[in-house]
T-cell receptor, first 112, second 113 residues
Framework: TQLLEQSPQFLSIQEGENLTVYCNSS?????LQWYRQEPGEGPVLLVT?????EVKKLKRLTFQFGDARKDSSLHITAAQPGDTGLYLC????????????FGEGTQLTVNP | DTGVSQDPRHKITKRGQNVTFRCDPI?????LYWYRQTLGQGPEFLTY????????KSRLLSDRFSAERPKGSFSTLEIQRTEQGDSAMYLC???????????FGPGTRLLVL
């Protein structure tokens, strides 16, 4: 069983559409990060959220941390082909110190 | 460029050979992490250092794997007697420990034939 469940696993949409990616767990996280990864490259940090209920915006991307710090969502408005990539959520468990636990990722394709 | 760097970017080796990867973290970061990622999966934690001290190792890190960070700066990850199952992307990340935010390097892709 995956500690962090991401959904959907695959998402193919048209340019201009909105989308939401979810990251869920039964465990509490002290912080949660979202990354985007291109093929053959390392993950690139998008945001860190640390407070329950926190909302952060990065241009067309909106990130939310659940009130109980067990889940998070990433919403993209008016998706563009340049948003195509693998989106990964990763959390630091309150009980496991410094290591990050990753979800399996959401592969997003935005078609022009 | 002051990001995390890794060398080599690609490595092809034959089963049974030893390989060593290097990671240079962001200079002011005292924490350095190693992860492994296989196709279709998120990265999995291997080990991490605070300065030169190796503070945590995953059960994934068999006795064929060893990591060092001798001067608290760069780190090396060695795999002895490689097996085909070791084929993966090996990722290094660094951070200061603040909210466990970690910055990743480009990775070393290993293929064991």
């Amino acid at each position: 069983t995956q500690l962090l469940e991401q959904s959907p696993q695959f998402l193919s949409i048209q340019e201009g559409e909105n989308l939401t990616v979810y990251c869920n767990s039964s465990s509490v996280f002290s912080s949660l990060q979202w990354y985007r990864q291109e093929p053959g490259e390392g993950p690139v940090l998008l945001v860190t959220v640390v407070t329950g209920g926190e909302v952060k915006k990065l241009k067309r991307l909106t990130f939310q941390f659940g009130d109980a710090r067990k889940d998070s969502s990433l919403h993209i408005t008016a998706a563009q082909p340049g948003d195509t990539g693998l989106y990964l959520c990763a959390g630091a468990l309150e009980t496991s110190g410094s290591r990050l636990t990753f979800g399996e990722g959401t592969q997003l394709t935005v078609n022009p | 460029d002051t990001g995390v760097s890794q060398d080599p970017r690609h490595k092809i080796t034959k089963r049974g050979q030893n390989v060593t990867f290097r990671c240079d973290p962001i200079s002011e970061h005292n924490r350095l992490y190693w992860y492994r990622q296989t196709l279709g999966q998120g990265p999995e934690f291997l080990t991490y250092f605070q300065n030169e001290a190796q503070l945590e190792k995953s059960r994934l890190l068999s006795d064929r794997f060893s990591a060092e960070r001798p001067k608290g700066s760069f780190s090396t990850l060695e795999i002895q007697r490689t097996e085909q199952g070791d084929s993966a992307m090996y990722l290094c990340a660094s951070g200061t420990g603040a909210w466990e935010t970690q910055y990743f390097g480009p990775g070393t892709r290993l293929l064991v034939l």
